[in-house]
């Protein structure tokens, strides 16, 4: 299973973005999120979605992201709105599969399954 990012860019306070992330492979039963991770800080869990289609969020972007992954054959993907200069970083999405752990950002951060980042910029 390899999982590729796409749809980051440019965009000024605001705006909005959405990010795709294509899971290729076979797979069920998954947890999926997004990360995040700014220069110089550490990375940040920002959502999650489980195979049920409940999400999380962090307070950070609660109201303003949304988590989606309708079934197993379209991508995850972030839409991003009222997006603000602290938004900038490099987005990552992760995956875990067929396990019995809680969907949640912790168990998220212990998975080999990570895409390969895509560079989010907002600019005021």
């Known amino acids: 299973v390899q999982l590729v990012e796409s749809g980051g860019g440019s965009v000024e306070v605001g705006g909005s973005l959405t990010l795709s992330c294509e899971i290729t492979?076979?797979?069920?039963?998954?947890?999926m999120g997004w990360f995040r991770q700014a220069p110089g800080k550490e990375r940040e869990g920002i959502a999650t979605?489980?195979?049920?289609?409940?999400?999380t969020y962090a307070d950070s972007v609660k109201g303003r992201f949304f988590i989606s992954k309708d079934d197993l054959k379209t991508p995850l993907r972030l839409q991003m709105n009222s997006l603000r200069p602290e938004d900038t970083a490099v987005y990552y999405c992760?995956?875990?599969?067929?396990?019995?752990?809680?969907?949640?950002?912790?168990?998220?951060?212990?998975?080999?399954?990570w895409g390969q980042g895509t560079q989010v910029t907002v600019s005021s």
């Open positions: 492979g076979h797979y069920s039963g998954s947890c």
């Open positions: 979605v489980s195979t049920d289609r409940s999400t």
């Open positions: 992760a995956a875990f599969f067929n396990s019995g752990l809680k969907c949640s950002i912790d168990a998220l951060q212990r998975t080999k399954y």
